[in-house]
C-alpha cells in the first residue's frame, strides 16, 4: 500500500507531467512518450483526435501489454484489449449498485456541463464534431492511478445537444499495467468490461494520411497493428495508448445497458 504522502507526492508529479502534456510539450521528430499527435496531421476533421488525455499516456513498454499469470484478455479488432466477462455474482452485483448509486449522487451537479467545467472538467477535443465527447478531470485522472473512489470519475461523458451538452455517462480508469484482480476489485468483471487501446501506428511527423476509411493504415482505425509492420511503414509504434478504461451510463432505464459501452456509439 502506498502511504498517503508518497501517494500525494507521486500524483502531484503525474499532475504536472500532464500539465506540460496539455500545454502542448512534444518530442522532435517522431513521438515520444510525450506524443503530441497533431504533429503527425491527418487530413480530415472527421478524424476522431487522439492527443493524450490527461493521466492516460502512451506507453513505449511491450511488456505492458503482457497479461500477469491468471489474466484472461480478448483482442477486439487488434486496437483494443478487453478483460474477459467473469461469471455472475450477486455480491459483485451488489457492488455495482452501489458505485452506480454513488456515481449518480456525485455526477448529478453536472448534468450542466458549465458546473462540470468549473469542477476541473476539461472537453476533450469540443471543436471536432464527435458523437460522444469526454470531460476529463486531470485531479482525478491521477488519483485514479493509485486509487479507487466511485464518486470520481476521470471522465464525464456528454452528447452535444442545442444550447449545450447532455451528460449521458461516466468513465474510470485504471494503471495499464493493473491485473484482472486489480481491474475487478475496481468495478467486478462481471459486470463490466474493461478495455485497453492497443497497437497505434503514428505516421512519419508531418505525413499527411488518412486515419479513417477502408485504406487508413495509421491510428486506432488503421490496418497496422504490430510493430514490424509500423516500422515498415516508417511510423512509430506504442502498444499502449491510455490506461485501462471502463465506461458507465448512470441514467439508463435498461439496467443491461448500464455498463455497456457498445450501446453508445464514441465512447471507445
Given at each position: 500500500?502506498?502511504?498517503?504522502?508518497?501517494?500525494?507526492?507521486?500524483?502531484?508529479?503525474v499532475?504536472?507531467?500532464?500539465?506540460?502534456?496539455?500545454?502542448?510539450?512534444?518530442?522532435?521528430?517522431?513521438?515520444?512518450?510525450?506524443?503530441?499527435?497533431?504533429?503527425?496531421?491527418?487530413s480530415s476533421?472527421?478524424?476522431?483526435?487522439?492527443?493524450?488525455?490527461?493521466?492516460?499516456?502512451?506507453?513505449?513498454?511491450?511488456s505492458?501489454?503482457?497479461?500477469?499469470?491468471?489474466?484472461?484478455?480478448?483482442?477486439?479488432?487488434?486496437?483494443m484489449?478487453?478483460?474477459?466477462?467473469?461469471?455472475?455474482?450477486?455480491?459483485?452485483?451488489?457492488?455495482?449498485?452501489?458505485?452506480?448509486?454513488?456515481?449518480?449522487?456525485?455526477?448529478?451537479?453536472?448534468?450542466?456541463?458549465?458546473?462540470?467545467?468549473?469542477?476541473g472538467?476539461?472537453?476533450?477535443?469540443?471543436?471536432?464534431?464527435?458523437?460522444?465527447?469526454?470531460?476529463?478531470?486531470?485531479?482525478?485522472?491521477?488519483?485514479?492511478?493509485?486509487?479507487?473512489?466511485?464518486?470520481?470519475?476521470?471522465?464525464?461523458?456528454?452528447?452535444?445537444?442545442?444550447?449545450?451538452?447532455?451528460?449521458?455517462?461516466?468513465?474510470?480508469?485504471?494503471?495499464?499495467?493493473?491485473?484482472?484482480?486489480?481491474?475487478?476489485?475496481?468495478?467486478?468483471?462481471?459486470?463490466?468490461?474493461?478495455?485497453?487501446?492497443?497497437?497505434?501506428?503514428?505516421?512519419?511527423?508531418?505525413?499527411?494520411?488518412?486515419?479513417?476509411?477502408?485504406?487508413?493504415?495509421?491510428?486506432?482505425?488503421g490496418?497496422?497493428?504490430?510493430?514490424?509492420?509500423?516500422?515498415?511503414?516508417?511510423?512509430?509504434?506504442?502498444?499502449?495508448?491510455?490506461?485501462?478504461m471502463?465506461?458507465?451510463?448512470?441514467?439508463?432505464?435498461?439496467?443491461?445497458?448500464?455498463?455497456?459501452?457498445?450501446?453508445?456509439?464514441?465512447?471507445?
Amino acid at each position: 500500500m502506498i502511504k498517503p504522502a508518497i501517494a500525494l507526492a507521486a500524483a502531484a508529479a503525474v499532475a504536472a507531467c500532464l500539465a506540460l502534456t496539455h500545454a502542448g510539450t512534444s518530442a522532435p521528430g517522431p513521438c515520444a512518450d510525450s506524443c503530441n499527435i497533431p504533429d503527425h496531421t491527418h487530413s480530415s476533421q472527421q478524424t476522431v483526435a487522439m492527443s493524450d488525455m490527461p493521466g492516460m499516456q502512451m506507453s513505449n513498454a511491450s511488456s505492458a501489454a503482457t497479461p500477469a499469470p491468471g489474466d484472461e484478455r480478448m483482442s477486439h479488432g487488434g486496437h483494443m484489449t478487453m478483460t474477459m466477462k467473469r461469471p455472475s455474482d450477486a455480491a459483485d452485483q451488489a457492488r455495482a449498485d452501489q458505485i452506480l448509486a454513488t456515481l449518480r449522487q456525485a455526477i448529478a451537479p453536472y448534468k450542466d456541463y458549465r458546473a462540470a467545467e468549473a469542477a476541473g472538467y476539461v472537453p476533450f477535443h469540443p471543436e471536432l464534431p464527435l458523437p460522444m465527447y469526454h470531460f476529463t478531470n486531470w485531479a482525478n485522472a491521477a488519483a485514479n492511478v493509485f486509487s479507487f473512489d466511485p464518486a470520481r470519475p476521470t471522465s464525464l461523458m456528454y452528447k452535444r445537444v442545442p444550447g449545450g451538452y447532455e451528460l449521458v455517462g461516466a468513465m474510470y480508469t485504471a494503471p495499464e499495467r493493473a491485473t484482472d484482480d486489480q481491474l475487478n476489485a475496481r468495478v467486478p468483471l462481471s459486470v463490466a468490461t474493461w478495455h485497453l487501446h492497443t497497437n497505434l501506428c503514428l505516421p512519419p511527423a508531418g505525413q499527411h494520411v488518412s486515419w479513417t476509411g477502408p485504406n487508413a493504415q495509421f491510428g486506432l482505425a488503421g490496418s497496422i497493428t504490430t510493430a514490424s509492420a509500423c516500422e515498415a511503414a516508417g511510423g512509430t509504434f506504442k502498444p499502449i495508448i491510455y490506461n485501462w478504461m471502463v465506461h458507465v451510463w448512470p441514467f439508463e432505464t435498461d439496467p443491461s445497458k448500464v455498463w455497456a459501452s457498445e450501446e453508445h456509439p464514441g465512447a471507445m
